[in-house]
Every structure is written in C-alpha cells, then in structure tokens.
C-alpha cells in the first residue's frame, strides 16, 4: 500500500482531526495522537507530529497538508454566504514571514473547523496584530444589489474591493494575493468594471488549508459576521439561527407570528428558499 509522510504543525494535526471526526476515531494506540481507518487506506498521527498516510483516499486528503506556502502574503474569504439571516462579511489580511510563529500557536484554521467559541477567543488578538480590511454587505443592500448581480458577482466585487481597502492601508500588496476561489479567474474578472486595478490575484480552492492569511481572513470575517448576527438579534430582541436548515425556517415563521408586520428584507437573504417555506 503506497503511503506518504508528513510532519504537521499543531494546528495541522487539529485541522486534520477536525476533517476525520465523522469517522471512528481510536486514540487508545502508543505513542500516537489518534489513528483512522478508511474504507481503502490508514491515517496514522504520531506524537511527534508526523502523520502516516496510507491508501488512495488518505494520500488524497495528505494533499491539502503539502506545501505550505510560508511567506509574505495576503488572502481573502467571504462569510454569511451560506447563512439566510444576517450580512456577507469578506475579510482581506496581511501577514508577514514574521506572524507565523505566533499564528501557529493560536492554531488558527479555517473558520468552519474552529468552534464559534474557540474564534471569539482568538479573532481579537488576529485583529489587534495584523492589517485587514473589512466588509460588512447588510440584508437590505444584499437584497437590492442581488436584483441584478448574482452571488459570485457580489463575491467578486466584495473580494476586490477589500484589497483595493487593503492596499489604501498598506500602501502596497505584497506579491501573492490569494482568493478563496469561488468561480473560475476568468468570471471573477468579469465580474468586475473594466478598471479593476489589481490583476495579480492568485485563485486556489480550499486555500485556507494552504495558505494562513487566507485562514485568518475566515477568522476575522466568522468574528465579525457573530458580531454582526448579535446585534440583530438585540436590536429585534428575537434570537436568529445560523444556517439555512428547518431551524431557520421555523423561527423565521415563529418571528412573522410574533411580528406580523415584519419586513424580512431587513434581517435576511430573500432569494433563499427559505423565503418562501416561511412565508407560506
């Protein structure tokens, strides 16, 4: 069986972890950290932080934890996309050779594999430390500007407007600018006015597994669009749920009952489905 061996960082081996948890698990072997067993192969962490990748499907998932990319650079994510209640938020940071040490220790990952406690904890300190530009796209501008531009054009054009922000900041970009990439280069191009400036963008998927400004970019935007998903439950003293599941349909149903007057443009994304299961 053909295997590969990696050294991971800490944050790696929780990352990893994270992405095999709807898997049985054993952490009862010696000297390792966990172990997990595939349909066609092993993965095996090892208390010195190597990682044993045995089998097709487990050198396929090694691959999101090659390369590393450590050097200056900037990267960007989008959050709330996927959420009926509350804004999009798209976040653009900076980080140096510098930052690495200290981001390692804070075992920052993409957002969707830290626990919403685990970024209230750490999003202060990436936001005290590192430069980032933030936007903060509310429901009913979302709602007016979908009318004509569709989800990956409003991706875009937050995406390139938050370094264009980012760089009014620094007063540069560094070399490598990496998207979270949503759509191919060629649409996200289009999807910008023809002076559209920045054309150095590198376009990856998964980057935040690759690439630590755009993982922090997904902290800091998750930190902000909680914060954001708070202040709209306050302000209409009404809980909003995350997602867009059969939760969020019920206490959109439950928030028209409790005020029927209710103008849902306000809090949510209406081209969701979950418009019109709420309102029928």
Same mark, same amino acid.
């Given at each position: ?6 050294? !991971? +960082?800490? &944050?790696? @081996? ?14 009862? /072997?010696? #000297? ?97 430390? !590192? +430069?980032? &530009?933030? @936007? ?14 569709? /989800?990956? #054009? ?16 620094l007063g540069f970009l560094p070399k490598l600018c990496v998207v979270d990439q949503f759509t191919k280069p060629q649409a996200y191009y289009a999807s910008l006015s023809d002076d559209y400036g920045i054309t150095h963008l590198h376009f990856e998927t998964k980057a935040e597994s690759k690439y630590l400004a755009v993982a922090c970019a997904s902290v800091i935007g998750r930190y902000y669009f909680l914060e954001a ?52």
């Amino acid at each position: 069986m053909e295997t590969t061996t990696l050294t !991971l +960082t800490d &944050s790696q @081996l929780e990352q990893l972890e994270n992405e095999l948890k709807h898997l049985t698990i054993r952490y009862d /072997l010696a #000297h390792t950290l966990y172990q997990v067993k595939l349909n066609d192969g092993v993965i095996t962490a090892y208390k010195s932080r190597k990682v044993v990748f045995s089998g097709p499907s487990a050198l396929k998932i090694s691959e999101r934890y090659q390369n590393i990319i450590k050097k200056e650079m900037a990267g960007s994510d989008e959050v709330g996309t996927g959420d009926y209640f509350g804004p999009v938020v798209v976040v653009a940071c900076y980080i140096t050779k510098d930052d690495y040490d200290w981001l390692t220790k804070l075992k920052i990952m993409d957002s969707k594999a830290m626990t919403d406690e685990v970024i209230n904890n750490v999003a202060p300190t990436l936001i005290k430390k !590192l +430069t980032h &530009s933030l @936007l903060v796209l509310d429901n009913p501008t979302y709602n007016k500007v979908h009318q004509n531009l569709n /989800l990956n #054009h409003i991706k875009a054009q937050l995406h390139h407007k938050a370094y264009d922000h980012l760089r009014d900041k620094l007063g540069f970009l560094p070399k490598l600018c990496v998207v979270d990439q949503f759509t191919k280069p060629q649409a996200y191009y289009a999807s910008l006015s023809d002076d559209y400036g920045i054309t150095h963008l590198h376009f990856e998927t998964k980057a935040e597994s690759k690439y630590l400004a755009v993982a922090c970019a997904s902290v800091i935007g998750r930190y902000y669009f909680l914060e954001a998903m708070n202040q709209l439950s306050q302000k209409f003293q009404f809980q909003f749920p995350l997602g867009a599941g059969k939760i969020v349909d019920d206490k959109g149903k439950e928030l028209l009952r409790r005020y029927p007057d209710f103008n849902l443009n306000e809090v949510a994304k209406l081209h969701f489905k979950n418009t019109k299961r709420i309102l029928d």
